[in-house]
């Protein structure tokens, strides 16, 4: 497998030249500046390249393994997750009073970006730790606060999210783990939970699982679900190690890839808990775990097409066979390398031009994030329902580009790509779980559709669109770049307007309209992000390639979503 390459001067050019952080930093009293980002993102490129990178293959070879209850991680994780412990790594996105770095989330998607594709499989065991403590840190008691958060930030502790049942995957109404109150915020937990990524494993000293579960006598569907903090081992309140909780994993899944993260199936029994929020308001508290999930998925999607692009324009260049259609280029060769045939190019490009649209949509959307926590009230409040808006975008559209992505690169490679030793089927293998967990992406397409356009009646989306609109972009880009924006409006109108007489619309057009809007938010990436190429960097190249080649996807996606639902719901289910 090829070395990886840490993408340092696109981050760089994303986030000081095309949306100016820095600025932003500045006038927000955030105590970063351009130098000490550059430095972090220089080390964390390091590690990612020097520390997890070599490990990706061995790790897939070997897997995580189970014994008895006790999980292992592959050889090598250990001492790894030490060099992510003891550089901080786990805590740079963590509020400061308790011992986070508060680092902007512009900042930690780029890191983020780097860890997923350098090592996917072990960057697993840590990245649900920070989607939990937010969790905490927004919905826990100041109590449990303190007794937990600063051990998750060192790493010292992981984080687990459980939610998913037998029975009870995307309905989570339909969840029977139950809880029994002891007294205070304490509870015992009992039941399954199945998927549990990093919930049991032997990297850290404790584990803390978030678990939703149903209190005695709450309400029956979502309304009845709470949500609580069980650790491993219990906690005492000066935050010192106890004995172990009544839960153990019953065993770990066999899967198709990131085949070295432990999945595991959780049996809890009477195990201790403590509620987090309010009584029979779990999901809602959850969904603040859920959608940093997300958003880190859709990151982890891109972080694997990086690395299958460089593998496949690596190879393209040394693999020699046939000639260029225009005449020898390697004349004193026998063939000439395959980078130069304009299949290959085609799909070199299409892999270029998604990934570097795709790391321009999670910068943008980091942005937003950024700012709903800034101290201007209207500007928070306006950032947030952008982050509510973006969300399933970022999940499905660049996990969905990410899969395209890796398969192009393994297409290059011919039939070498079908072979383990190349690497690049593992890429493929591990990419493919993005479109998956939290949340498939079928879902997050309903999500956008139905809740977050449909149900607002299309305000945030009017006023996002507009927002777009006032930035400066290439002016050779600016008209396409507007029909395109019209064209998502005008479907996103005709839906509204059809919805209600046809009520199977919304669910089979989400798909189509979810790529509508992924496409036309990357045609205003790419037309901000050549405004600002300086002829080094090959935006002016790939915008043009992506107007040309990607951008008229949007009209077919547009095309179909008014064809409406008849060819879906015509046919009678005892059909199939």
Known sequence: MTQYIPPLADFEFLLFDVFNVDEEWISESIPVDRELANSVLHECGRVARDVMAPLSSTADREGASWDDGNVSAPQGFKEAFEVLTQGGWLGTAGNPEFG?????????TALEEMFWGSNTNLWLYAALTSGATYCIDAH?????????????YEGRWTGAMALTESHAGTDLGMLRTKAEHIEGNSYKITGTKIFITSGEHDLAENIVHLVLARIDGAPQGTRGISLFLVPKYLVDEQGAIGERNGFASGSIEHKMGIRGSATSVINYDDAQGYLIGEPNA???????????????VGVQGLGLGERAYQMAAAYAKERIQGRAPTGPVNAQGAADPIIEHPDVRRMLLTQRALTEGSRAFAVFTA??????????????????????????????????????STLLAQQCFGGHGYIVESGIEQVVRDARISQIYEGTNGIQAIDLLGRKVLQDGGQTLRSLIADLRQEALDPRYMTQVSDVLDLWSDVSEWLGSQARSDRSLAGSAAVDYLNLAGYALYAWLWARMSLFDDGTRGKSNLAQFYFDQLLPRAEYHAKVIKNGSNA?????????
Do not use: H
């Open 100 to 108: 986070g770095q508060g680092m902007p989330k512009t900042l930690t």
């Open 140 to 152: 826990a008691s100041e109590e449990l606060k303190a007794r937990f958060l600063p051990a998750m």
């Open 282 to 296: 779990g999901l809602r508290c959850m969904f603040t775990m859920m959608n940093y999930a997300r958003v880190s």
């Open 367 to 404: 942005v937003e994030l950024d700012r709903t926590q800034r101290t201007d009230p209207e500007v928070s409040e306006r950032s947030s329902r952008y982050v509510e808006l973006l969300t399933p975008v970022v999940k499905a559209f660049i996990s969905d580009r990410a899969m395209e």
């Open 568 to 576: 879906v719901t015509a046919p009678d289910s005892d059909w199939f």
